[in-house]
Every structure is written in structure tokens, then in C-alpha cells.
């Protein structure tokens, strides 16, 4: 069975903090994503990734960044938390047809 | 722009009535076109997938089809389940590195 695994289900900071934000993917996939959902926001991309130590920017870069050293791990950084990124993250690995999906980390920033 | 765009829920009917979500989108071209599932507490699930005009996704009860004519990928079951509650999602593939883009999600209620 195929997995994305994310780290933590749960996470409470403080504003100010440097967070990291962890996915695992075991399916030997070179594309990895970084989403964040939002209520009627659907999932907007924040990085991907298409290879070791390749990334791209999406749609909402700002005030993230991201590391891809092996092809399997794929980690979101929020450099300095803020509230504004209180949020539920999603982390994907995918092929050109399709994503597979975690189950996400629900980050409250206080 | 290019875009996604659902009908806005939640959606709320009874077992076994009928469900249709709405899903259009625009692009240049012809994307794959997808319906993810979010059931409470977890991750976006693949339902179903279409990848060329007129074609017909299925899984579990649920339908889709490409329509290129009206750029829609309308949801649709025959018979809910009180299980089929949950948040789904369209979405269009925006290029060949396997991005997507989603549209706002709508929640389906199906109640007993």
C-alpha cells in the first residue's frame, strides 16, 4: 500500500518560531508537494519538488521555504511563525497522473 | 486565469437520495481532470480520474464525465451513504510535473 507520511498530526507554536514540517513518501516518487488548505480556500500549493535538491515555487510561497537532500523526504520550513500561517499543511508525492496525499498536519500558531 | 470551481456546500441530503457536485474549469488545452475525497481527520483521497475527452471515471458509486464542450467534471452518485460524508474536491492537472490545482472543496452531509 502506497504511503505519505507527515511527521506530526497536531502542532502548537509560538509566534516567532522556526518550524519544520516533515513527509515521507515510499513510493520511489521524484514529485513531492507542499499544500496548505484553507475553508474555502481548497489546497493551494506552496513548493514542489521534482527532484533531490530541486524545488519551485507555487502559488504562495511567502514566508516558507523547503529542503529535498533525499528523494524520499520532503520537509516544509517556516522560517519565523505567524499567525496568518495557522493552517492545515498537506504534504503529496505523485507521478504525472496522480497525487497521493498524508493525512495532514494541523498547525495552530499562537 | 486558469482556474477550478465547484458549487459551494455544504450539501446536506438524506441516504440513498441522489448527489451531484458541480465542477468547471478553464485551461488551455486538455488537463487530466480529477475528484479527490477528504474524510474527516484525514488526507485527500483519489476517487477518480479522467484524463480525455468524453471519457468516464467511476469508483465506489460515483461517475464523472470529461466534458469538453462545457469544461465540466460534474460528481455525481446515484444512491449516498451516511459514509460518502465528507469534503470533496475537483481538480485539473496544470502541467506536466504532475501539479494540480484544486477547487474549493464542497462538503457533503448525508444524514440517516
Known amino acids: 500500500d502506497v504511503k505519505v507520511t507527515q511527521s506530526s498530526r497536531y502542532l502548537v507554536k509560538r509566534t516567532g518560531e522556526k518550524v519544520f514540517l516533515e513527509c515521507v513518501q515510499d513510493m520511489d516518487h521524484e514529485n513531492m508537494f507542499w499544500y496548505r488548505q484553507d475553508p474555502g480556500l481548497g489546497l493551494r500549493l506552496i513548493y514542489f519538488?521534482?527532484?533531490?535538491?530541486?524545488?519551485e515555487k507555487g502559488d504562495i510561497p511567502e514566508g516558507y521555504s523547503v529542503s529535498r537532500e533525499k528523494k524520499e523526504r520532503f520537509s516544509l520550513i517556516l522560517e519565523s511563525a505567524s499567525t496568518n500561517q495557522t493552517s492545515m499543511y498537506l504534504c503529496?508525492?505523485?507521478?504525472?497522473?496522480?497525487?497521493?496525499f498524508g493525512q495532514g498536519t494541523r498547525l495552530t500558531v499562537v | 486565469g486558469n482556474s477550478v470551481t465547484q458549487m459551494e456546500g455544504p450539501v446536506t441530503l438524506s441516504e440513498e437520495a441522489f448527489l451531484t457536485i458541480n465542477c468547471t474549469y478553464t485551461?488551455?488545452?486538455?488537463?487530466?481532470l480529477f475528484w479527490y475525497v477528504q474524510y474527516p481527520g484525514e488526507g485527500l483521497q483519489l476517487l477518480l480520474k479522467?484524463?480525455?475527452?468524453?471519457d468516464k471515471g467511476s469508483n465506489k458509486g460515483f461517475e464523472a464525465t470529461y466534458r469538453k464542450e462545457t469544461t465540466s467534471f460534474h460528481l455525481e452518485k446515484g444512491s449516498v451513504q451516511v459514509s460518502d460524508s465528507a469534503v470533496y474536491f475537483c481538480?485539473?492537472?496544470?502541467?506536466?510535473?504532475?501539479?494540480?490545482?484544486f477547487g474549493a472543496g464542497t462538503q457533503v452531509v448525508v444524514t440517516p
Open positions: 519538488s521534482y527532484d533531490v535538491k530541486m524545488k
Open positions: 485551461a488551455t488545452g486538455y488537463p487530466s
Open positions: 503529496a508525492s505523485g507521478s504525472n497522473t496522480e497525487a497521493f
Open positions: 481538480a485539473r492537472e496544470t502541467d506536466s510535473w504532475g501539479k494540480f490545482q
Open positions: 479522467a484524463t480525455k475527452a468524453d
